[in-house]
């Protein structure tokens, strides 16, 4: 995979970023051992034997590296002609979730839509195609984004529209994450500061008075600040977290040894894996898992800084908005599973168990490796 490729006029392609490839590879090899080991038992306990969520996981991560390995083959120059019409797939997929009898529905959340033997997450898939769509935004809009209406209401009222959707199904944490990139790509991207600021505060606001009047949002807000107080009902699953670092120590337990995924810690094999590997491996394992992923968005945004020196701007975006989608994302799960941040229900990238989650995140991956080639082969040419 990392071997020299002809490019299409004829030039030599240089071969992957050996550091980010390998980071990559690393994060889902660790992925899979902890999702067997976090899952084992529930899955025994479940459907009888205890390889039953590694199974489904391993048949992820394949369907992923073989789209990782597609995604490589793709000019980025495509995804630039095709974002506009990708975005409106994703958004009329948001829409399709919500149709009875089209999405399914889950634990109260409509959220997925079946195709075939596999169930999809629309949403995970949103993130990637705004990126791709604010990239080329800020390209055509350069000269203007210093204006009020250009600069940041026009995808302001975007992100409404998707925030709207996202509520309905509902599915907080995407939108939460969405705003987030798109706010992050625009200040990189050159919008007035002021501008910046303003909506930045509306959007809190707005995030304020939409947890204020749902009784479900408050209560997580009061679990995450007084867990222990509410340590049977709200703030149960930070407990159990918290539990779950406390007896990792240094060195851990030792992997396969948590007592946390004994069915005291729900979703121990997706939105708190990390407390799962914290227990198993202590803190040593974790400052591994957080510079690895410090490795993936460093390399990220100094890829994006060569595609826009190159002259490439619209990869350059692309590139910063995958750095700060993973970044984000990893942040945020593993700040909820130390109990920094309040609970929300996002994935680990490339690690915990989720099929769209995992795709979308190589997908991201293989566009990023992407830019870094043609960057690096125009580079050469010259």
Same mark, same amino acid.
């Given at each position: 995979?990392?071997?020299?490729?002809?490019?299409?006029? @004829?030039?030599?392609?240089?071969?992957?970023? +050996?550091?980010? !490839?390998? $980071?990559?590879?690393?994060?889902?090899?660790? @992925?899979? &051992?902890?999702?067997?080991?976090?899952?084992?038992?529930?899955?025994?306990?479940?459907?009888?034997?205890?390889?039953?969520?590694?199974?489904?996981?391993?048949?992820?991560?394949?369907?992923?590296?073989?789209?990782?390995?597609?995604?490589?083959?793709? %000019?980025?120059?495509?995804?630039?002609?095709?974002?506009?019409?990708?975005?409106?797939?994703?958004?009329?997929?948001?829409?399709? &979730?919500?149709?009875?009898?089209?999405?399914?529905?889950?634990?109260?959340?409509?959220?997925?839509?079946?195709?075939?033997?596999?169930?999809?997450?629309?949403?995970?898939?949103?993130?990637?195609? =705004?990126?791709? #769509?604010?990239?080329?935004?800020?390209?055509?809009?350069?000269?203007?984004?210093?204006?009020?209406?250009?600069?940041?209401?026009?995808?302001?009222?975007?992100?409404?529209?998707?925030?709207?959707?996202?509520?309905?199904?509902? $599915?907080?944490?995407?939108?939460?994450?969405?705003?987030?990139?798109? !706010?992050?790509?625009?200040?990189?991207?050159?919008?007035?500061?002021?501008?910046?600021?303003?909506?930045?505060?509306?959007?809190?606001?707005?995030?304020?008075?939409?947890?204020?009047?749902?009784?479900?949002?408050?209560?997580?807000?009061?679990?995450?600040?007084?867990?222990?107080?509410?340590?049977?009902?709200? /703030?149960?699953?930070?407990?159990?977290?918290?539990?779950? !670092? /406390?007896?990792?120590?240094?060195?851990?337990?030792?992997?396969?040894?948590?007592?946390?995924?004994?069915?005291?810690?729900?979703?121990?094999?997706?939105?708190?894996?990390?407390?799962?590997?914290?227990?198993?491996?202590?803190?040593?394992?974790?400052?591994?898992?957080?510079?690895?992923?410090?490795?993936?968005?460093?390399?990220?945004?100094?890829?994006?800084?060569?595609?826009?020196?190159?002259? $490439?701007?619209?990869?350059?975006?692309?590139?910063?908005?995958? /750095?700060?989608?993973?970044?984000?994302?990893?942040?945020?799960?593993?700040?909820?599973?130390?109990? &920094?941040?309040?609970?929300?229900? =996002?994935?680990? %990238?490339?690690?915990? #168990?989720?099929?769209?989650?995992?795709?979308?995140?190589?997908?991201?991956? +293989?566009? =990023? =490796?992407?830019?870094?080639?043609?960057?690096?082969?125009?580079?050469?040419?010259?």
């Amino acid at each position: 995979m990392a071997e020299v490729r002809e490019m299409s006029h @004829g030039q030599r392609m240089p071969p992957l970023d +050996a550091v980010l !490839f390998y $980071d990559w590879l690393g994060l889902l090899a660790i @992925g899979l &051992v902890m999702v067997y080991s976090a899952s084992a038992f529930v899955a025994t306990q479940r459907v009888g034997y205890s390889s039953y969520y590694l199974v489904h996981d391993c048949v992820n991560v394949a369907v992923s590296v073989v789209a990782f390995s597609l995604a490589l083959q793709i %000019p980025i120059a495509f995804w630039r002609r095709v974002s506009s019409y990708l975005l409106l797939g994703g958004l009329a997929a948001l829409v399709m &979730v919500l149709i009875p009898h089209v999405g399914v529905v889950a634990n109260g959340s409509a959220r997925w839509l079946p195709l075939g033997v596999f169930n999809v997450q629309p949403s995970e898939f949103l993130k990637l195609l =705004l990126i791709l #769509y604010l990239a080329g935004y800020l390209v055509r809009r350069r000269d203007r984004l210093s204006e009020f209406t250009h600069g940041i209401l026009t995808v302001s009222a975007l992100l409404m529209v998707t925030g709207i959707l996202l509520l309905l199904e509902p $599915d907080m944490g995407s939108e939460v994450i969405l705003w987030a990139v798109a !706010f992050g790509m625009l200040f990189v991207g050159g919008v007035r500061l002021s501008h910046f600021v303003l909506v930045v505060l509306a959007a809190l606001g707005a995030g304020i008075v939409l947890t204020i009047i749902s009784h479900y949002r408050e209560q997580r807000i009061i679990g995450f600040l007084h867990p222990f107080a509410l340590a049977k009902s709200d /703030g149960y699953q930070l407990v159990q977290s918290l539990i779950a !670092f /406390g007896r990792g120590g240094v060195f851990g337990r030792g992997l396969g040894l948590s007592i946390q995924k004994l069915y005291y810690l729900p979703a121990a094999h997706t939105d708190f894996l990390f407390a799962i590997l914290a227990e198993e491996f202590g803190f040593v394992g974790v400052l591994v898992v957080i510079a690895l992923y410090a490795i993936l968005i460093l390399r990220a945004f100094k890829i994006a800084s060569a595609a826009q020196r190159a002259g $490439d701007l619209y990869a350059g975006f692309v590139a910063q908005g995958v /750095g700060i989608l993973l970044g984000l994302e990893s942040i945020i799960n593993m700040g909820v599973n130390m109990g &920094v941040l309040p609970t929300k229900g =996002l994935a680990l %990238p490339l690690m915990s #168990y989720g099929g769209s989650s995992t795709l979308m995140s190589c997908l991201a991956i +293989a566009i =990023l =490796l992407r830019i870094d080639r043609e960057t690096r082969a125009k580079g050469a040419s010259r």
